[in-house]
């Protein structure tokens, strides 16, 4: 068995996985195969990954033989990957070497502390600063937007907006303008309103 290559800092420690974009961990070849054999697989899966592609573009709008062609290559790339080790059956002994973990984050994996010290994981990941939780960058809120729902405009980020059956705060206003009972209590706007007036 080959020694995982430590010069790649984002393969874990024990040469299982990878991870991936600073946030999943990807299953890696199976360090076991010989060269002949994993240069076949990854051969085949190059071709069925260009076989999946083909069959996506030139089906389009062919119905059921298009999705039996795609079907069939898709088919194909999960069986080469089965034989690289990347999917199906772990290649190694979970029992004295470690669970699958297979597309979890490493936070809720026991390569956890791993991943925290790596400039990776940092960069790409979970550690990444956000926006507004330095303490010296000042707060900026998200800007309001408005977008058109069927023929309604709605207005996003600050309300939400009134379900059917309970009516918003501009409709009891104008209800309670014209002496209309809503059911609802008349808000303090309204209640200044008819003080004011004598009424």
């Not at 076989?51 to 088919?75: D, T, W």
């Not at 690289?84 to 994996?109: F, Q, S, Y």
Request: aromatic share 6%; with cysteine; hydrophobic share 25%.
């Amino acid at each position: 068995m080959e020694e995982p290559d430590s010069s790649n800092s984002r393969i874990t420690p024990d040469g299982h996985y990878f991870l991936w974009k600073g946030r999943q961990l990807w299953r890696c070849t199976n360090p076991n195969l010989s060269k002949e054999d994993k240069k076949a697989l990854t051969s085949e899966l190059m071709s069925a990954r260009r076989a999946v592609y083909k069959a996506g573009k030139a089906g389009k709008g062919k119905g059921a033989e298009q999705k039996a062609l795609l079907a069939a290559a898709r088919a194909r790339v999960q069986k080469a990957k089965e034989g690289l080790g990347e999917r199906g059956p772990v290649w190694w002994d979970e029992e004295k070497e470690g669970r699958a973990v297979d597309r979890m984050h490493p936070k809720n994996t026991q390569y956890k502390e791993w991943a925290e010290n790596l400039d990776a994981y940092k960069e790409e990941g979970t550690a990444k600063k956000r926006k507004g939780s330095q303490a010296d960058e000042e707060f900026v809120p998200a800007p309001t937007r408005v977008t058109r729902s069927g023929s309604k405009r709605q207005r996003t980020g600050d309300e939400p907006e009134p379900s059917g059956n309970e009516p918003g705060p501009s409709s009891r206003v104008k209800a309670e303008g014209d002496g209309q009972q809503t059911g609802n209590k008349p808000g303090p706007s309204a209640r200044v309103k008819a003080e004011g007036d004598g009424r």
